[in-house]
């Protein structure tokens, strides 16, 4: 581990100010890789998931919702992942030395900054869209800065960073993409999809620590893997993956959705196949889950939403 750390800072004295120009920018590129557009998708879904709950006509809120979208990928996602990447670069040096950061790509500081100041543009764009849109991303930001910066730093809890982040990605930006199409708060129906799919989300966030069991060890994040071990902590996934759809199975049945809860129900039923194949090896099988599993999760995300569009906001 310590040789690790070394070589990390000599790695960034080497790419950092003091040997560039006082006033040298990163490279956009390495710049758009620390806002990791591939992870701007599963909010963006997720706010699309509560525009389309919302019942609102899409014709005349284009403007709301091109704006909703840019907020919860471009600017809140994109903010958080460069300010988890600032606060994890020593264990980044371990895990994955490519990075922007510990490469050097964005020297000295460059990476604190960024984070600070996408910050600030989040929060003053979020306020063009409405005071309930401005408070859930208020929210998020500092989730995203709890998540991954001391005092907190609550991603080196097995339990509340998975939580913090699934909040953030699936029930904040689900609440997001309603309060932006209604101009107000969302109802009960459209609150209840956003907290159930986000308390499922932690079993997907779970999965992601498999990839970083080590370093996690070495630098003392206790992510569930890491306390229970891979295979205890791909249960305890699982179970928190499909608990809350079956909860919204029932649900759906009780509000008179019986076609939308019979689809999702076909839909953890083949989660449930594809589980039995990841106990099996959970540190092997865990990216293919998640290009298989959490599809199935997302898709059914989106037809609960279709489901509760047409509710009235006081009739549940």
Known sequence: MTENICQYKLTVMA??????PPLAFPAFSAVLELFKPVTWFPPMWAFMCGVVSSGAPLASH???????????????????QAVNDWFDRDVDAINEPNRPIPSGRVPGRWGLGIAIVWTAISLVFSTLLGLWVFWAALLGLAM???YSAPPLRLKKSGWLGPAAVALSYEG???FTGAAVMTGGLPSWPILFLAIAYSLGAHGIMTLNDFKAVEGDRQMGIHSLPVQLGVENAALIACTAMALPQIVVIIRLFSWGRPIYAAIIAILVAVQFLLMVRLMRDPRKWAPWYNATGTTLYVSGMLIA????RTLAAGAI
Do not use: K
């Open 172 to 174: 904040i930006t689900w």
């Open 15 to 20: 790419h950092s100010n003091v040997a560039d």
């Open 62 to 80: 284009w403007l709301l919702l091109l704006g909703g979208v840019a907020l919860a990928g471009p600017l809140v996602c994109a903010t958080s």
């Open 305 to 308: 939403a279709f489901a509760v």
């Open 144 to 146: 995203s800065w709890a």
